[in-house]
């Protein structure tokens, strides 16, 4: 066991042996539980002290106006911020009088422990009242994979030294009060609504506890109920009482010194914008009746069940980085959390683990963590793809008010409205389209779901096509442009051809003509007919890739390679990110990249570059990215294994993989960066395992650093489990039972049967110089930049 500055490094858990009050916003990121659908920050159970509150269920909402200095056609008027909502993970408790708060009193001892195998936040403690009264506290807590709206608590309080009194109050309480954002000014942050819950019905009977309320504006209605199992001398009573935004269950003892009062508390929530008050009363009441039925017990050996099948067919083993290690397992049960159980809603760039981006998905959904769902939670990936189907209308709309056809699908939204106030980056960003149409095609290659390319798959590609079409046009020459648009990289903006957008539109327009040749019933009904869609083949055959013949490089767009270099000896440290320190005037007119883009498309769009302007293109790059975005990492480690850098690339995952850990960002108290975890898996699998899923293919081309001396990883591709085992100089590739697979060892096929092993060499590297960096942006092995 190692320690670290804040978590000890174990392979299956995150333990922290003490509280640091000054990091408790983060700790409550690091130890949020989440399926998807219910979210419970990592607060302690007594609610106080805190740094950010917060419950969540996907989805759910509050409306607020969007203010414009200027009003402009097109421009959002409403923005959508995720709310904190019923809190049912309060557990409160009395000794002799005396509130348990650990700013009071003597703390002996703390210890928190998120079980990345059975799914469980443990908590233990022991206290020293101000009376001199000592008492041990143990809590364990689950938000249910099985169960989708159920979360869970079990507590047990024990008197260590004296006879004590106890209570413990078991609350569900609504409009907590918020601390004030640390920053107005940081996008990153979210927008604080001050008590956005109006009650609706309140109840309390026996150990039942139920509360339900419905937003103002958005006009959601939210239900909470909780049961409880009390365990305690038989002197031991209990008391229930509610209040609008109030219900208490009161459990009161007396304890010898050695004896225990536990109370397992399960609650269940619901939410619905069209049933009633009825309704959704009765629906969170059967919740918690089916929970109810197996108890604490059986819902832990359900969560403990189900994660041994995901990590069956989805860990990642490294040999040589214990910390490493941890932290890619961390970063998988965080992604699963996130996507697992969301069933047709979006996965936010926060998960359900704090408020920061006011909640919003955005196009890294798809761009990287659906990628690693697609080969470990493949169904997650299709609820996911559904929920963008199902705001179709809202896109179509949005597309429509833009004098464009198809679907223009927003930057940053919940409902699936575009929610983006600051046009540049949000309306011209529609590369979101295509990573839509990315995450579809590679979907439907890794499962062969028929269902869903009928249902699902036609119409999203078909309708991003037709966005294509409609936003380029063809030159005089016949070369396809797109215009005005905004990649991946946040410092350029409403630029013209953007290589990153251009390439990944040409896939999505091919992509969309192949699915409509294979399903002309579908297309007909959707209004395609062949003259459509080749013009979409049109437009990808001419598809515009901006190159400077002088550099030899491919340029991010058009004339970007002329700009003005941005003068990075003379930017403090201290003034990164440069987005929060410098107009975006200034910003747009230089060469600085906020993240990768062309980088990205060399991984997204591999078979477009060769090789050798794959390393021209990696060196011009890298010189000129500042990684002000958690996103950029991961992509660079893959193409520095890509272009032979493996040092660079390993130092690059350690960014990744402890973005949150040690709080790189400085921004982990508003939530997990799902994205960035999800890049600690791409890294590894895509970037040292060498794995591209393209053209209906899967590719590896493994290759490890000296600082890994073992890298195993399994996925799931077409119902079998590909297990792969990377050494120094071989790689190892078994399969589970069933059909044959093919896969491409550095691009030569290599057929699996069965369990049979098939062990291949890895070439041996071609050094290549290492590119340069902007000045005080190298990243560093302990997740640093210097």
């Known amino acids: 066991m190692i320690t670290d500055s804040m978590y000890t490094v174990e392979p299956w858990s995150l333990r922290e042996r003490e509280l640091d009050m000054s990091v408790l916003p983060q700790s409550e990121s690091v130890f949020a539980l989440s399926n998807g659908h219910v979210g419970w920050r990592g607060n302690l159970d007594e609610g106080e002290p805190h740094g950010l509150p917060g419950s969540y269920l996907n989805g759910v909402h509050e409306l607020h106006p969007l203010p414009y200095a200027e009003a402009g056609y097109g421009y959002p008027e409403s923005g959508q911020t995720v709310i904190n909502i019923t809190n049912g993970k309060i557990v409160r408790l009395l000794v002799d009088d005396e509130p348990f708060d650990v700013r009071y009193g003597q703390l002996r001892s703390h210890e928190r422990v998120l079980d990345l195998r059975s799914g469980l936040l443990h908590r233990t403690c022991e206290w020293t009242s101000p009376a001199g009264s000592t008492v041990r506290v143990r809590s364990s807590r689950l938000v249910s994979f099985t169960q989708r709206a159920v979360a869970a608590v079990s507590y047990e309080v024990e008197a260590v030294d004296t006879e004590v009194r106890i209570v413990i109050q078991s609350e569900l309480v609504a409009n907590e009060q918020l601390p004030e954002p640390e920053s107005e000014t940081d996008p990153r942050a979210s927008v604080a609504l001050e008590s956005p819950l109006d009650a609706e019905e309140h109840f309390a009977s026996g150990n039942r506890l139920r509360l339900v309320h419905c937003t103002r504006r958005s006009g959601l ?8 199992s009390v365990y305690g001398p038989d002197s031991t009573t209990t008391h229930s009482e509610s209040h609008d935004d109030i219900a208490r269950l009161t459990v009161t003892s007396v304890l010898a ?36 039925s197996i108890g604490w017990k059986g819902l832990a050996q359900e969560q403990r069940a189900y994660l041994h099948d995901f990590w069956k067919c ?45 909640g919003h998905a955005f196009w890294d959904t798809e761009a990287f963590v659906l990628p690693l769902l697609t080969f470990t939670s493949p169904d997650a990936v299709s609820h996911a793809l559904r929920w963008r189907q199902s705001t179709l209308p809202a896109a179509r709309e949005r597309a429509q008010q833009l004098g464009l056809h198809g679907a223009a699908f927003p930057w940053r939204t919940i409902d699936g409205s575009e929610c983006s106030a600051y046009w540049p980056a949000g309306a011209a960003a529609f ?46 020459h016949g070369a396809f442009h797109i215009d005005g648009v905004t990649g991946p990289d946040e410092y350029s903006a409403v630029a013209d051809d953007n290589t990153y957008t251009n390439l990944m539109a040409r896939t999505n327009l091919r992509a969309a003509a192949d699915i409509v040749e294979r399903h002309a019933d579908l297309a007909s009904q959707l209004g395609v007919d062949e003259e459509e869609s080749a013009t979409w083949r049109d437009a990808a055959d001419a598809m515009n890739i901006p190159y400077n013949h002088e550099l030899r490089v491919h340029e991010q767009d058009a004339g970007f390679t002329r700009h003005q270099h941005w003068d990075f000896e003379r930017t403090r440290p201290d003034q990164y990110p440069l987005m929060l320190h410098f107009p975006y005037f200034d910003i747009y007119r230089k060469q600085v990249v906020k993240q990768a883009d062309l980088v990205l498309a060399m991984y997204k769009c591999s078979e477009y570059f060769d090789a050798e302007h794959k390393a021209r293109n990696f060196a011009y790059y890298e010189a000129i990215t ?39 960002e400085h921004n982990t108290r508003d939530g997990l960066h799902i994205a960035s975890l999800a890049g600690a898996w791409t890294a590894l699998v895509a970037g040292f395992g060498g794995m591209r899923h393209s053209r209906d293919r899967l590719e590896f081309s493994p290759r490890l650093p000296e600082e890994i001396r073992r890298l195993a990883f399994t996925v799931k591709f077409r119902d079998r489990h590909l ?21 491409h060892h550095y691009g030569d096929p290599v057929t699996l049967h069965g369990e049979t092993a098939e062990v291949r060499a890895i070439p041996a590297l071609v050094p290549s110089p290492t590119p340069d960096y902007p000045a005080g942006r190298r990243p560093n092995a302990d997740g640093h930049r210097r």
């Open 723 to 743: 297990h792969v085992e990377i050494a120094s100089k071989t790689v190892t590739y078994t399969v589970s039972t069933g059909d044959p697979v093919k896969v």
């Open 431 to 476: 590369h979101v389209n295509a990573g839509i149409a990315e995450a579809v095609v590679g979907y439907l290659s890794a499962t062969r779901d028929e269902e869903f390319e009928r249902d699902c798959a036609v119409e999203l590609l078909v309708e991003t096509a037709r966005l294509w079409r409609s936003l380029g046009h063809h030159d005089p």
């Open 257 to 292: 010194p050695g004896k225990t009062l536990r109370v397992d508390k399960i609650v269940a929530y619901g939410w619905s914008s069209a049933r009633s008050l009825p309704a959704v009363g009765d629906q969170v009441d059967a919740a918690l009746a089916g929970a109810a």
């Open 626 to 664: 500042v990684r002000d975005s958690s996103l950029s990492a991961c992509s660079q480690a893959v193409m520095a294994v890509d272009t032979g850098h493996l040092r660079l690339a390993y130092d690059y995952l350690t960014e990744a993989a402890l973005m949150d850990l040690q709080d790189l």
């Open 314 to 358: 989805s860990d990642v083993e490294v040999d040589g980085n214990e910390k490493i290690q941890q932290a890619v397992r961390f970063a998988l049960f965080h992604v699963l959390q996130a996507g697992a159980r969301a069933e047709q809603r979006g996965i936010p760039a926060k998960g359900l683990t704090g408020s920061g981006y006011d």
């Open 221 to 228: 209605r939210v239900g909470a109920a909780a049961d409880h």
